[in-house]
């Protein structure tokens, strides 16, 4: 369902209308990329332009995923800048060397130019994830602890 643009296209047009139907509902509808929508298909084009040019900002919000940008090779800092309109949540993840997700501040993504990019993005809520784990109560310590050395997030709250 997703190999094409023309795919891409019909994804598109069915996520507008069921922004639609959640908008008249009082919800908002908010779509979650992984790393394929950042793989480009024939023509060149991804999918993830297709679904920022293609969806109506009204009714379809995005919530980027820092991790699975990165690891289909976008800048996540350069997608939020560039689209400054179309973004209400954010996940905070970060990428180990081998792949693996990894507290926040132990991996290899640019958090301080996400963190820059942030205020005008139109970001709303940030959310610190960690898929994998073998101790969860240690490592969202060790996020909190590096998001409370950002100018970002040092704001007491």
């Not at 394929?36 to 920022?52: I, K, T």
């Not at 180990?96 to 997700?101: P, Y």
Request: charged residues 25%.
């Amino acid at each position: 369902m997703r190999q094409t643009i023309d795919d891409w296209k019909r994804i598109c047009d069915e996520l507008n209308r069921i922004g639609e139907l959640a908008a008249g509902s009082a919800l908002t509808l908010a779509y979650h990329n992984h790393d394929f929508e950042f793989r480009e298909l024939a023509g060149g084009m991804q999918p993830y332009d297709v679904l920022l040019s293609r969806t109506d900002e009204r009714v379809v919000k995005l919530e980027l995923d820092v991790y699975w940008a990165t690891r289909g090779g976008r800048d996540a800092a350069d997608v939020l800048k560039a689209f400054p309109s179309r973004f209400r949540l954010v996940h905070l993840k970060d990428m180990a060397k081998d792949g693996a997700t990894t507290e926040l501040g132990r991996g290899t993504i640019d958090f301080a130019g996400i963190f820059a990019a942030l205020p005008a993005s139109g970001v709303q809520h940030a959310f610190v994830e960690q898929d994998v784990s073998a101790d969860p109560l240690h490592s969202i310590e060790t996020s909190i602890a590096f998001l409370r050395t950002q100018r970002y997030f040092s704001r007491s709250t």
